[in-house]
């Protein structure tokens, strides 16, 4: 059962198991490295000092890895999406729908001091249903994103014209 719910999904976002797997271990694959490196920087600092590597390590994933709070609503007719993104502006932000999967990643980066730090996140979630991505609607507004996705009707009648 939990197979054929696996394979509608894939079949309806177009993708094949092992392109999702592939996507999914890149991005993680480029989270660590930048999570290495902003340790590295954090050791660095310190006057590398041994014995902290957990402590550098857990300080640069929370430095890199921006929590961030979502809210959906779900109507008879729409999906609506909040997201707190107070760190980030609209310019550092995707969004993207393909099939029933909606992703949102959002980057920042800045320099202080000679010290270089960024910010990231990537949120992916699967839809309740297909939505009309012509009508989709995003906004920004203090901090907050909000996604208003108008679902697709399914099971419409279609009216054949005679010639």
Do not use: C, Y
Request: charged fraction near 35%.
């Amino acid at each position: 059962m939990k197979q054929e719910a696996v394979a509608k999904t894939f079949e309806k976002t177009g993708m094949s198991l092992f392109s999702a797997m592939d996507e999914i271990l890149a991005e993680m694959k480029r989270m660590h490295d930048e999570i290495s490196k902003r340790a590295f920087e954090l050791f660095k600092a310190r006057g590398e000092i041994h014995g902290f590597d957990l402590e550098d390590w857990f300080k640069a994933e929370m430095q890199i890895n921006s929590p961030v709070h979502f809210q959906t609503n779900e109507k008879d007719n729409e999906i609506n999406i909040k997201a707190e993104l107070p760190e980030f502006s609209p310019e550092q932000l995707k969004i993207n729908i393909d099939g029933r999967v909606l992703t949102i990643t959002g980057r920042t980066e800045s320099t202080k001091e000679g010290v270089s730090s960024s910010k990231q996140f990537l949120r992916k979630m699967t839809l309740s249903s297909d939505v009309d991505t012509d009508n989709a609607k995003a906004t920004f507004k203090d901090g907050v994103l909000e996604l208003i996705l108008p679902k697709l009707k399914s099971g419409s009648e279609i009216k054949i014209e005679h010639k």
